[in-house]
């Protein structure tokens, strides 16, 4: 500091001095500010997508899970072969009244996307269908697997969760005797103008099969 800087400030009265020496002192740069907020910001981001992905379903063993009762296509008994007549159904279920030791075969010839059964008390299970939130085991098949299968099969003691808000554990579906109806499409869910019938129009094919308790 040289002799004029110092007659300067023996010049200036004492509360200007300290506001001049207070504005030298070093202040944290903006850049440095906004960084550090930022980076508090992306904590709490980080902290709240953490608690929003937490999981919804049960996670299941492979071998009690719904894909676990995919079937096979080696062979067929008598009941299980399809009609190949000209004007056979889009969808053939066998066999036709079975228990909960068979195996139901599904012959497909119909685009599908989508696998539903339909129990006599009217609960719905979605075997599968695209984009599912459950996990993967939660399906018989995935459903872009499903649309290039023209025959499927699946035991009767089928495991599956109800299309039911509050019920997201696997339940058995055949689980009731009576007639239960098994539908297959690609549109479910679609809303259809009131003068179109969705299965005549071919959106979607449906049969029906019927369970009986064995004693």
Request: hydrophobic share 35%; glycine share 2%.
């Amino acid at each position: 500091m040289n002799h004029s800087e110092n007659h300067l400030r023996s010049q200036m009265p004492v509360g200007l001095l300290a506001s001049v020496l207070l504005s030298s002192c070093s202040v944290e740069p903006a850049h440095d500010r906004q960084t550090t907020a930022s980076s508090t910001t992306i904590t709490v981001t980080a902290s709240s997508t953490a608690s929003s992905t937490t999981p919804l379903f049960r996670s299941v063993p492979d071998d009690k899970s719904t894909a676990s009762a995919l079937v096979p296509l080696t062979s067929y008994d008598s009941r299980q072969m399809p009609d190949t007549a000209l004007y056979a159904p889009m969808l053939q279920c066998s066999p036709a009244v079975f228990s909960r030791r068979d195996t139901i075969t599904l012959h497909i010839d119909a685009p599908h996307t989508y696998l539903m059964v339909t129990r006599p008390d009217s609960v719905s299970f979605s075997l599968t269908y695209p984009q599912p939130q459950e996990p993967p085991n939660y399906m018989l098949v995935p459903s872009d697997m499903f649309a290039n299968m023209p025959v499927i099969r699946f035991r009767a003691d089928i495991r599956a969760t109800p299309a039911m808000y509050g019920r997201d554990t696997l339940e058995t579906v055949f689980d009731l005797p009576g007639k239960y109806v098994i539908q297959i499409g690609e549109k479910f869910g679609t809303d259809y103008d009131d003068d179109v019938d969705p299965e005549a129009a071919g959106i979607f094919h449906r049969c029906t099969i019927r369970h009986v308790v064995e004693k």
